[in-house]
C-alpha cells in the first residue's frame, strides 16, 4: 500500500502543534496560579511552594524547598531540551546555513538589546538595575500559539523565521544567565564543574550513546554547579550540547540490515490470533533494535523529553512562580513603578523595535535576505509576538530579584508587556490576506 506522504508529518509541523498545545496548557496554568494568590487560598498556594523536601545523609542534607527543587532542578530538564534544539539547529537546521541564519540571528540580538536599553533607561541609579535581563527573552511556546490561531493567513516562513529566532533568543538568555546572574563563586566547584563537563566531551567524541552515561555525569555536573554560584539550570545546555549526533548506524547499514530482517519476517506463515510466532516476534524486536540505532541520539532523546517539557516542567513552572498577587486599587501605582515600566515597555516596544530595527539593517546590508512570501510588516507582527516573555523572564526574575518587593513588580510588567504585545502581533498579522487559494469564490 503507497505511504502518502501527507500522512508522514513533518518535524516542524509535529514541533510546531506540541508548542501550540503546550501554550494552551501553560496559559492554563498561569491562570490557575493568578486565581489562587488573588483568591483566600493565597496563603496556603505560597506556603506549599516553601514545604521542604529532600533528604539527609549522615552530614549531607539536601532537603530545599520544593520552588528551588523547580526552578533549579526541573528547569535544568527544560535548558536541556533547548540546549539540544539549539545543536539540532545549528547542524542540521534553519540556522545551519549562514544565509538562512543571518535574518533570526540579527533579529534576535535586536531584540535583546533594545528591551535591555528600554529597561536601563528606566531603572538607571536605581537598586533594580540588576532586572536589565528580564524583558530580553520570547517564549516560543506562547507566540507560536498566536500564529496557530491566525491559520492560513501565516506563511511557514513567517513561523520558522520566529521559531529561530525564539531558539538564538534563548541561547542569548542562556549566556546572559550564565555571565551576569551567578552568585559568589566557589573555584573548587568550578574546577570539578569543568572536570566533569571535560568528561562528558570526551564520552561523546569516542562515540558513547548510553544514556545512562549522560544522566550520571550530568547529574554529578549539577551538583558541583549548585555549589559552584553559578544557576546549576546551565548544567542542561551543557549536557544538551554534547550529546551525540551520529546514529549507531549510517543509511546504508540501516537499509541492509532492515531489508535482511523483513525478508526473514516475510518468509514465516501467519499465526493466526493477536500474537506473532516467536521467529517473527524476534524478528520484529530486532527490527525495532535497528530503527533506534538509525536514529540520531539528540534527535531521539529530544523527540522524547519534548512533551514532558511542553506539558509538563513549563506548566508546573508557571504554577508555582506566576501567582502574583494583584490589588485592582493600586494596579495604576504598580503599572508605574520603574521596574514594571522597564519590562513592560521593553517587551511591548523594545522586541518589535529592535527585531525591525536590526532586521532592516541585516538586509540593508546584504548580510541577509527577507523570504520572497514575507514583508517587512510581517517582521513588525512577528517582532510584537516576540515580546511575549513569560517563561525565561520570570526566570530571569527570580535570579535578578528573588524573593524582593521588585519581583511582583517585573512579572506584573511581563503579564501586562506580553499581552500587549500578543494582542498587537496578532491584530496586525490578522490583517494580512489570505492565500489566493483559500479565498471565498464570489
Request: with cysteine; hydrophobic share 55%; glycine share 10%.
Amino acid at each position: 500500500m503507497p505511504i502518502r506522504m501527507s500522512a508522514l508529518m513533518r518535524p516542524f509541523e509535529d514541533f510546531f502543534k506540541s508548542q501550540v498545545a503546550g501554550g494552551i496548557l501553560l496559559l492554563a496554568a498561569t491562570l490557575v496560579a493568578l486565581v489562587l494568590a488573588n483568591s483566600p487560598a493565597g496563603p496556603a498556594y505560597h506556603g506549599f511552594w516553601h514545604i521542604k523536601i529532600g533528604l539527609t545523609i549522615g552530614h549531607a542534607n539536601f532537603e530545599l524547598p520544593l520552588h528551588y527543587w523547580i526552578n533549579d532542578g526541573l528547569m535544568a530538564v527544560f535548558f536541556f531540551v533547548v540546549g539540544l534544539e539549539i545543536k539540532r539547529e545549528l547542524l542540521a537546521g534553519e540556522l545551519a546555513a549562514p544565509t538562512q541564519a543571518a535574518l533570526p540571528i540579527a533579529a534576535a540580538l535586536g531584540g535583546m538589546v533594545v528591551p535591555a536599553l528600554i529597561y536601563l533607561g528606566t531603572n538607571l541609579g536605581r537598586p533594580t538595575l540588576s532586572g536589565w535581563g528580564i524583558p530580553m527573552a520570547t517564549d516560543i511556546a506562547f507566540a507560536l500559539g498566536v500564529i496557530a490561531l491566525l491559520g492560513d493567513r501565516i506563511p511557514r516562513s513567517l513561523a520558522i523565521f520566529l521559531t529561530a529566532l525564539a531558539i538564538v533568543d534563548d541561547l542569548g538568555a542562556v549566556l546572559v544567565i550564565a555571565l551576569f546572574y551567578t552568585g559568589e563563586l566557589n573555584p573548587t566547584a568550578l574546577w570539578l564543574a569543568a572536570g566533569l563537563f571535560a568528561l562528558l566531551v570526551v564520552g561523546s567524541r569516542i562515540g558513547i550513546q548510553t544514556l545512562p552515561f549522560y544522566l550520571l555525569f550530568g547529574l554529578l555536573l549539577w551538583l558541583a554547579l549548585l555549589s559552584s554560584g553559578i544557576h546549576a539550570s546551565i548544567t542542561g545546555i551543557l549536557v544538551g550540547a554534547v550529546i551525540p549526533v551520529r546514529p549507531r548506524h549510517n543509511h546504508a547499514q540501516f537499509l541492509a540490515s532492515a531489508d535482511t530482517l523483513m525478508a526473514h519476517y516475510l518468509r514465516h506463515e501467519d499465526e493466526p490470533g493477536p500474537f506473532q510466532r516467536e521467529s517473527r516476534l524476534g524478528t520484529l524486536l530486532a527490527l525495532e533494535h535497528v530503527c533506534h540505532d538509525a536514529m540520531s541520539p539528540l534527535q531521539r532523546i529530544e523527540h522524547s523529553l519534548h512533551p514532558w517539557v511542553i506539558y509538563g516542567v513549563m506548566p508546573v513552572f508557571a504554577l508555582a512562580n506566576a501567582g502574583v498577587r494583584v490589588r485592582a486599587a493600586g494596579l495604576p501605582e504598580a503599572l508605574a513603578e520603574p521596574v514594571t515600566a522597564g519590562v513592560g515597555l521593553g517587551l511591548l516596544l523594545g522586541k518589535p523595535l529592535g527585531i525591525f530595527l536590526f532586521s532592516w539593517l541585516a538586509v540593508r546590508c546584504g548580510v541577509a535576505r527577507l523570504a520572497n512570501d514575507l514583508a517587512w510588516k510581517d517582521i513588525v507582527g512577528a517582532g510584537f509576538l516576540a515580546g511575549i516573555g513569560f517563561t525565561m523572564s520570570i526566570f530571569i526574575t527570580a535570579l535578578a530579584f528573588g524573593s524582593t518587593p521588585a519581583a511582583p513588580a517585573a512579572k506584573i510588567g511581563i503579564f501586562a508587556g506580553s499581552l500587549l504585545a500578543g494582542g498587537i502581533g496578532y491584530l496586525l498579522l490578522r490583517r494580512r490576506p489570505l492565500p489566493m487559494t483559500d479565498r471565498p469564490v464570489p
